[in-house]
């Protein structure tokens, strides 16, 4: 099978922004494979913090200050910068548990996450949750997932609209376990 639709812009991923190639470009240099897609997500993971906000897209996220994302706009810019370089990227939208520092977020919940296809096989690649989010939510590693169960996972190549951004950034304002998470946000900004 043809890693061709993992290597096209898409809906929230303008892997074809002249703004993100030439980001990506500068932080990954001459690395290649596993080394540049290890690269990407380093910077993503560190230079966007976590935070429950509207998703917007991997290019508009880039224009905010500070850099803040939800899962969803994390892995936008995760996928979007590996397509720009020629690594074949795609999404995993899944439902289960993460693995969380507080029992009272210890709760079955939707995310997205991606992988890249470096070294002939694909690899975890999810910035989510980083040093900003570790005493509530362990920190993702490259290659390894951050979730400790998986009740439901469908793997793609762009995100469906309208459900991405309009349905996910309604869903936001009024989900239970995201003003939870929110809370629990709050508490560390303290």
């Known amino acids: 099978m043809s890693n061709k639709q ?35 997500f380093n910077w993503v993971q560190d230079n966007v913090k976590w935070d429950i906000i509207s998703v917007v897209g991997a290019k ?11 899962c969803i706009d994390k892995n936008n ?4 910068m590996s397509r720009s370089v020629g690594i074949p990227a795609r999404y995993i939208l899944m439902k289960g548990k993460l693995k969380v520092k507080k029992k009272i977020l210890d709760k079955e919940i939707s995310h997205v ?9 694909w ?7 980083g040093e900003d989010t570790k005493k509530i939510i362990q920190p993702c590693k ?7 169960s998986v009740k439901e996972i469908t793997r793609m190549s762009a995100l469906p609209k ?29």
Do not use: Q
């Open 77 to 80: 810019l995760m996928v979007a």
């Open 6 to 40: 993992y290597l096209k812009a898409s809906n929230l991923c303008e892997s074809n922004s002249k703004e993100i190639k030439s980001l990506t470009k500068k932080i990954v240099g001459d690395k290649k494979g596993v080394k540049a897609a290890r690269t990407i």
């Open 162 to 190: 309208p459900m991405f951004p309009t349905m996910i950034n309604k869903a936001l304002r009024v989900d239970p376990l995201a003003k939870l998470y929110r809370k629990e946000l709050k508490k560390l900004k303290r």
């Open 60 to 70: 508009k996220l880039l224009k905010r200050h500070p850099k803040k994302a939800i």
């Open 123 to 129: 690899i975890i690649s999810d910035p989510a949750y």
């Open 142 to 148: 490259f290659g390894k997932p951050v979730w400790k």
């Open 113 to 121: 996450a991606s992988e890249v296809f470096v070294g002939g096989k």
